[in-house]
């Protein structure tokens, strides 16, 4: 089943006057269980892709469905929603709340998404133990070093009960076993995450067998 498609994706920034083609009839399906890297260097339009497959962005033409939803139907209002409820954000800024502590940061889609107390409380242990950041639990992000506010980001955006978390450079500045914990996480939930260091744009479904690997070139 496919978790993700797109259908003739195409983005042109500056329509009407000189037309600069980011994104150009792109296809892509991505199922349940699977790892895909699109490859591609600095401006070839992975960032572009990735905020589009997140509802952050429109394209000029083609369609997107997630999880059977079709966001070109959605209004403004309705995509807030649905971004909402179906996906995290890993934003290179991090986005942190710096009066939150690690554990506040790291349960606050959730307490939005009315998740109860006990759930809560479950999934951030499981998160930020997946991540190594027990022990700065009751820290705030000006206490934390850059690479611990991005895994703060990384588990607040998995800890969404929605179908995807959009990701950007987030693996660069984490070491392997931070990154095998992180898709133990994702086995829930969906991962899409944009590595700018390696010119790779790394999309993850939920896992209920071995992953695989299959690159695409844009």
Request: hydrophobic residues 45%; proline residues 3%; positive net charge.
């Given at each position: 089943m496919n978790v993700i498609e797109a259908r003739n994706v195409t983005k042109i920034y500056d329509k009407d006057k000189i037309p600069v083609y980011a994104l150009r009839g792109i296809d892509l399906d991505i199922q349940q269980g699977e790892f895909t890297a699109i490859m591609g260097p600095s401006g070839?339009?992975?960032?572009?892709?990735?905020?589009?497959?997140?509802?952050?962005?429109?394209?000029?033409?083609?369609?997107?469905k997630i999880d059977n939803q079709i966001l070109n139907n959605l209004s403004e209002n309705e995509l807030i929603k649905f971004r909402q409820k179906s996906i995290g954000f890993v934003f290179q800024s991090y986005n942190l709340i710096p009066v939150l502590t690690v554990r506040e940061n790291t349960e606050f889609v959730m307490l939005l998404q009315g998740i109860a107390k006990p759930a809560r409380d479950r999934r951030v242990l499981e998160l930020l133990t997946e991540v190594g950041l027990m022990d700065k639990i009751d820290k705030r992000p000006s206490e934390l070093s850059g690479g611990q506010q991005q895994r703060v980001a990384v588990a607040r955006a998995l800890g969404s009960t929605?179908?995807?978390?959009?990701?950007?450079?987030?693996?660069?500045t984490v070491n392997s076993s931070v990154r095998a914990g992180v898709t133990r996480c994702a086995r829930n939930g969906l991962a899409v995450g944009s590595d700018c260091s390696s010119g790779q744009l790394s999309v993850m479904t939920p896992l209920d067998r071995g992953a695989s690997s299959t690159p695409m070139t844009k």
């Open positions: 070839s339009g992975k960032t572009t892709l990735l905020n589009i497959l997140g509802g952050l962005d429109r394209p000029t033409d083609g369609m997107i929605g179908q995807m978390a959009a990701a950007m450079a987030w693996r660069a």
